[in-house]
Structures are given as C-alpha cells and as structure tokens.
C-alpha cells in the first residue's frame, strides 16, 4: 500500500530565501506526482504535474524534481514571499488511486 | 470555466439525518474524484468515477456512503444516516482523464452534532 511523506512538518524561514520541501514514496511504481497548496480553510490549487517519465517540471519560481527509482520528490521554491505561506501537500497517482502527503505548513516571515 | 463548483460550502446537521453534498466538475473533464479531509486522517480518497461509471470505492469508509454521478456535469456524495465522526472538509476533484492533473473544488465543511 502506497504511503507518502513530508518532511519537514513545518517550515518558517525568513522572506527571500530559497528553500526546499521533501516528499517520499513508498511504491514507485507511480504514474505521476502532484504539488498542491492549499490556504487555511480553502481547497487545494495544483501547483505543478510530473509524469512518471520526466524528471522535472518548472512554474516561475517553483521547480519540482522526480526520482522514482529512489521514490523521493522536492518542491523547490526560490526567494521566497510572505505570500508563499501556506501548505504545500504533494500526492502520487497509481492504479486509480490518489494517495496524499501530511503536508509541510509553510511561513514566511517579512 | 468557473472551476470545480461544490455546493453547500457549509452544511451543519444532527446526528441522524442525511446528507446531500454536490459537486459540478470542470466541463469536458471525465474523471471525478470525491476526497475527505480530516485533521487526524489527512487527505483520502473516498471514490473515482470515469465517464460517470464508479472505478474504484475502496476508500468509501461504510455503506451509509453512497456516491453517484448520473451525468457528465453532476455527482452527489450521500451519507446516511450521518455520524460525528463524518465530520470533515469533502473535496471533489476532476480531470481531463484519470492520470492527469487534477482540479479541487473550494470543499464542503460537514459538522454533524
């Protein structure tokens, strides 16, 4: 069974800093693996896609990067802003099944 | 496209009684998705309709879940009779096919006394 985790739990860091958020899965057999944000008390905005064949996937200032064979993905956020708080959840997809990480909550501070 | 719509956005109830959560997903979208967020169970998925036939409701927790989608643009997610402990955030998500990415709608926040 498909298990998938976030470290770390929590993350504040001061605003401009560049920083970096795992995620690990158990079974990489996986057909893709998604980044979400999500605001307090609001749903959940996709961030980036990768299919199981890429090994990375850019938006602005985010880049994720893909490693099945170690089972492990980042989240990585360059100068970040206070409006980057928020939690980051990363998901994997495989035999229609959507299994979801803890998430890391993110601040950043002014 | 006006996004994944959800309806009610809050829904409080007592213990007992049932409960009708909707969801509209994206138009030209085939897959949809309802999940479950709690703070002690995180996200889960409860059900996976493509082309408005259920794929996989393993994750429905008990039969007083029932999930639906009678056409393309429409699907409800039933509990009957409703319990505390179904107390949570329902999401619904769809996408273009099953493996793609997916789009969440703003949820339903469930409180049942």
């Known amino acids: 069974k498909q298990e998938v985790t976030q470290i770390p739990a929590a993350l504040s860091v001061p605003e401009g800093e560049n920083l970096v958020l795992n995620c690990s899965f158990t079974?990489?057999?996986?057909?893709?693996l998604q980044w979400f944000r999500q605001d307090p008390g609001k749903g959940l905005t996709s961030l980036l896609l990768i299919q199981s064949s890429q090994r990375e996937q850019t938006s602005g200032r985010l880049n994720a990067s893909l490693d099945k064979s170690s089972g492990r993905s980042t989240l990585y956020i360059a100068a970040s802003q206070p409006g980057d708080s928020a939690t980051y959840l990363c998901?994997?997809?495989?035999?229609?099944?959507?299994?979801f990480g803890a998430g890391t909550r993110l601040t950043v501070k002014p | 496209d006006a996004g994944v719509i959800q309806s009610p956005r809050h829904e409080v109830t007592e213990m007992g009684q049932e409960v009708t959560l909707r969801c509209k997903p994206i138009s030209g979208h085939n897959s949809l998705f309802w999940y479950r967020q709690t703070m002690m169970r995180g996200l889960e998925l409860l059900i996976y309709f493509n082309n408005n036939v259920p794929i996989d409701d393993s994750g429905m927790p008990e039969d007083r879940f029932s999930a639906k989608m009678p056409n393309a643009s429409f699907s409800t997610l039933k509990i009957q009779p409703s319990e505390p402990r179904d107390s949570a955030v329902y999401f619904c998500a769809s996408s273009f096919q099953g493996a793609y990415e997916q789009y969440f709608g703003p949820g339903t926040r469930l409180t049942v006394t």
């Open positions: 079974d990489s057999a996986i057909y893709n």
């Open positions: 998901a994997v997809y495989n035999n229609n099944d959507m299994r």
